[in-house]
């Protein structure tokens, strides 16, 4: 995915949740991204707020959303139901804009223009880039109803990250016996040859082959960005 791809799914979406950190403590609120360009992603908020406060604290923030539907219903059986859709999220490394570099910026490039203009009314405005992150689109169909499988999950990065592996994988201690390809409900183990191996864009790290191994072969990773 490239960085209009990233920005299309997330404008998509509209209205997103903006994580920070504050004294430690996390921080969410509801913001949306204006604009990209090859830099990254664009967003504003005010001087005046906690939110800018903590994005210059840390330099950094974390934004997710959801699409088509966020309400959840209930089957018959009272179990949830999702519409099958997509979740996307994006973390990382954040700059703010000088206005000057923004009118510069936005002299070919409409999404901008209505940044510098926002801010010209008004003036607490500022702008934020997320120039450096990683991320990834959850691609959702829970109940198959239009494929054979029910996730599909593309990471991305962008300004010099690399997408991390968090989930699990086989170890050489597997014996191929073969029951976690039989209980993975997400149909994201393979077998080639006598290995047994997990497609990561399908696995929603369920860690039901991680409890089922009979030689605890199923292990955890969770690698640094
Ligand atoms: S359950 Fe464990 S031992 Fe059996 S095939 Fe899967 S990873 Fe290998
Ligand atoms: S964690 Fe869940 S989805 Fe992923 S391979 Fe194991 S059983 Fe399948």
């Not at 005010?46 to 959801?66: A, E, H, N, R, W």
């Not at 309400?71 to 700059?95: C, L, N, Q, W």
């Not at 393979?190 to 082959?209: A, E, N």
Request: net charge negative; hydrophobic share 35%; aromatic share 12%.
């Amino acid at each position: 995915m490239d960085i209009s791809d990233i920005y299309d799914k997330f404008d998509q979406i509209g209205c997103l949740t903006f994580a920070t950190i504050d004294n430690g403590m996390p921080q969410t609120r509801i913001a949306h991204l204006f604009a990209y360009d090859n830099d990254g992603l664009y967003f504003r908020t005010m001087i005046t707020k906690p939110f800018y406060d903590q994005l210059k604290k840390t330099d950094k923030v974390s934004i997710c959303g959801m699409y088509p539907k966020t309400s959840v219903s209930h089957d018959e059986e009272g179990m949830p139901y999702f519409a099958p859709g997509y979740t996307i999220r994006a973390t990382g490394d954040i700059k703010e804009i000088p206005l000057e570099t923004l009118k510069s910026k936005a002299a070919d490039n409409d999404m901008l223009m209505l940044g510098v203009k926002d801010i010209e009314r008004y003036p607490a405005m500022t702008t934020f880039c997320l120039h450096s992150a990683w991320g990834e689109v959850y691609d959702f169909d829970f109940e198959m109803e239009h494929r054979s499988h029910k996730l599909l999950r593309t990471g991305f990065c962008f300004g010099g990250r690399r997408i991390p592996l968090r989930g699990v994988r086989i170890t050489e201690d597997c014996i191929a016996c073969g029951d976690c390809l039989e209980n993975c409900s997400f149909k994201a183990i393979y077998q080639r040859d006598d290995r047994f191996i997990i497609d990561h864009t399908k696995c929603d790290v369920c860690g039901d082959c991680y409890t089922i191994c009979p030689t605890n072969a199923v292990e955890i990773v969770i690698e640094d960005p």
